[in-house]
């Protein structure tokens, strides 16, 4: 289903209880809702549950031109608000835990919690670099060139050789995702700076990553940061956590969110 908010058509999806508590899941680059199907599945029957896809993602719509960490932030509460949904857990991958940051320090008062996962709070400048070759790429070549690198840092060798059905279903959604939507992402990712803020976070934070994933040190960094925060991480699982690991990844969000009821 889609609504327009911000000037941008975005698709959402609910799910779970009519009368639980609201528990939001936000995606990473380059996917679609989908990716959260197995926690929707574990998690639907104690939480009324919100998937969308971020501007230029999955059947969301594109905006050209580069996009800002504020603007992602912008668009979910403004979904939240078309909605009526006035407070939520939050769970989100990659950009999508960037998000998370940046509604616990801007809207602190629409999150009971924040689950961060995979991600990190800060661009230094050997990873703004290396965005520019894929956006050039993307613009040049278009999204499915992108594919095969992104899986190889996406998972592991040995999850890329045995789970071949999900392999090809995420390489139709990278290839899928629209130009300009990641594009748009890739100029947030690269200027995003809540690092220096992190101590300033009161919500209740959940900080998890994958032991094979590039984003496992700055995770661990952001977790001594975020004053209270809880930290979970585990392997063999590369940057898409919560795939190559359902059940660890969802039992972790689970029992996180049972120690931090609405």
Partial sequence: MNIEVNGVSLNYRIDGRGDAPWLTFSNS?????????????????????????KRGHGDSKPKAGAYAMSDLVADIVALWDALGIKRTHFVGLSIGG???????????GRVATIAVCD???????????V???????????????????TLERWFTPGFRARDKAIIDRFTTMISDTSVDGYCGCGRALQNHAYLPDLGRIR??????CGLDDQMLEPSRDM????????????????????IEQPEKFTAAIRDFLARHPM
Avoid at 119 to 129: C, I, K, L, Q, T
Wanted: charged share 20%; proline share 9%.
């Fill in 29 to 53: 680059l380059a996917t679609n809702l989908s990716m959260w199907d197995a926690q929707v599945a574990a998690l639907k029957d104690d939480y009324r549950i919100l998937r969308y896809d």
């Fill in 203 to 208: 919500t209740p934070t959940l900080v998890l």
């Fill in 119 to 129: 991600s990190r709070a800060d661009a230094p400048g050997p990873y703004r670099e």
């Fill in 223 to 242: 977790a001594k940061r975020i004053p209270g925060a809880e930290y979970v991480e585990f392997g063999p699982a590369g940057h898409i956590a919560n």
């Fill in 131 to 149: 965005w520019e070759p894929r956006i050039a790429t993307a613009r040049g070549q278009g999204m499915a060139v992108l594919a095969q690198p």
């Fill in 98 to 108: 960037m998000t998370a940051l940046g509604l616990a320090l801007d809207h602190p």
